[in-house]
């Protein structure tokens, strides 16, 4: 092979040219704070990669500019609970296809939701586990109610997924985003949210916040105390989580090797340090692992979404 051939292959590009990592959420949040990590661990075995935030729409923007980048290696992105299993139940229309526009690289992280009421309100309706709290629902139909960030949030539909599993009433009550609903919690206007463990946990700690059940399957290592809503509802889980996507028809040589960077960096025991700060548990897949867990979410939320009746126009 020629130098010319060697140098015009998508491999020695990602080599020679700095790789650009599109967010499509802002600077400064969980997703992109774990991005620029990564990024700095894999800048030995890769290059150089630009993290570049491009929000709007849901994350749907900054999707869509990676569906459309050219397959080359040289553009990769977020994929998220959001923008490649909610949005596309969520959106009347949408710029691309969350299963066919992209091709996975591996899973990120996943950060635990969590089951939490406020403090007050759950000493007073004597509600101090998730039996507990279906068996105070099941017997006053409609009178707990539940904020969220708004129709169609995770929250929202952790809510609505509840109700369907639990045959119980929960109204909700939607807010101007995660802040606005947290504060109405804690002010008592609400009974129970499905909240961030990162974000619910100092309140928590402050004992202002109940702690009633994590929503992954199994105990989360960061709140290691409090029971998964599956011991009681089998099956429930619905955690947050986002990993790495490239354009669709990027080769798979190019796929193995930055799967290969990205799971080492992922594997690392500084990065487990720094993502346990931020409760986040690193998960490191194959390519193959992380499309088939993509399609099975997509799957889940298509039902969870119709259920509640969201729509974003």
Same mark, same amino acid.
């Given at each position: 092979?020629?130098?010319?051939?060697?140098?015009?292959?998508?491999?020695?590009?990602?080599?020679?040219?700095?790789?650009?990592?599109?967010?499509?959420?802002?600077?400064?949040?969980?997703?992109?704070?774990?991005?620029?990590?990564?990024?700095?661990?894999?800048?030995?075995?890769?290059?150089?990669?630009?993290?570049?935030?491009?929000?709007? %729409?849901?994350?749907?923007?900054?999707?869509?500019?990676?569906?459309?980048?050219?397959?080359?290696?040289?553009?990769?992105?977020?994929?998220?609970?959001?923008?490649?299993?909610?949005?596309?139940?969520?959106?009347?229309?949408?710029?691309?296809?969350?299963?066919?526009?992209? %091709?996975?690289?591996?899973?990120?992280?996943?950060?635990?939701?969590?089951?939490?009421?406020?403090?007050?309100?759950?000493?007073?309706?004597?509600?101090?586990?998730?039996?507990?709290?279906?068996?105070?629902?099941?017997?006053?139909?409609?009178?707990?109610?539940?904020?969220?960030?708004?129709?169609?949030?995770?929250?929202?539909?952790?809510?609505?997924?509840?109700?369907?599993?639990?045959?119980?009433?929960?109204?909700?009550?939607?807010?101007?985003?995660?802040?606005?609903?947290?504060?109405?919690?804690?002010?008592?206007?609400?009974?129970?949210?499905?909240?961030?463990?990162?974000?619910?946990?100092?309140?928590?700690?402050?004992?202002?916040?109940?702690?009633?059940?994590?929503?992954?399957?199994?105990?989360?290592?960061?709140?290691?105390?409090?029971?998964?809503?599956?011991?009681?509802?089998?099956?429930?889980?619905?955690?947050?989580?986002?990993?790495?996507?490239?354009?669709?028809?990027?080769?798979?040589?190019?796929?193995?090797?930055?799967?290969?960077?990205?799971?080492?960096?992922?594997?690392?025991?500084?990065?487990?340090?720094?993502?346990?700060?931020?409760?986040?548990?690193?998960?490191?897949?194959?390519?193959?692992?992380?499309?088939?867990?993509?399609?099975?979410?997509?799957?889940?939320?298509?039902?969870?979404?119709?259920?509640?009746?969201?729509?974003?126009?």
């Amino acid at each position: 092979m020629t130098l010319v051939a060697v140098l015009a292959s998508p491999s020695a590009l990602a080599q020679t040219k700095p790789i650009r990592l599109i967010v499509p959420y802002a600077a400064g949040g969980p997703i992109d704070v774990t991005a620029r990590a990564l990024a700095e661990r894999v800048k030995d075995s890769l290059g150089t990669v630009i993290i570049e935030n491009r929000p709007g %729409a849901g994350g749907n923007i900054g999707a869509d500019l990676v569906a459309k980048a050219a397959p080359d290696g040289l553009t990769i992105g977020i994929a998220a609970t959001a923008t490649h299993a909610i949005n596309p139940w969520l959106y009347k229309t949408m710029p691309y296809n969350a299963g066919s526009d992209f %091709a996975p690289i591996t899973q990120m992280l996943r950060v635990p939701n969590v089951l939490v009421m406020n403090a007050e309100t759950a000493q007073r309706l004597k509600i101090s586990s998730l039996a507990d709290l279906l068996a105070y629902a099941k017997a006053n139909p409609g009178k707990l109610n539940y904020g969220s960030g708004g129709n169609g949030s995770a929250g929202h539909l952790a809510g609505e997924m509840l109700n369907k599993e639990a045959g119980i009433l929960a109204v909700h009550v939607p807010y101007n985003g995660g802040n606005p609903a947290q504060l109405a919690l804690l002010g008592g206007q609400v009974d129970f949210n499905f909240d961030n463990l990162a974000t619910a946990a100092p309140n928590i700690r402050a004992g202002k916040l109940k702690a009633i059940a994590v929503t992954t399957l199994a105990r989360s290592s960061a709140l290691p105390e409090v029971p998964a809503m599956a011991d009681t509802i089998k099956g429930f889980a619905i955690d947050t989580w986002w990993g790495l996507v490239a354009p669709a028809a990027t080769p798979k040589d190019v796929l193995a090797r930055l799967n290969q960077a990205f799971v080492a960096a992922l594997n690392a025991p500084e990065t487990k340090t720094r993502f346990a700060a931020l409760l986040a548990e690193p998960v490191a897949t194959s390519p193959e692992v992380f499309g088939a867990f993509m399609a099975s979410e997509r799957a889940k939320y298509e039902q969870v979404v119709k259920a509640s009746g969201a729509t974003v126009d």
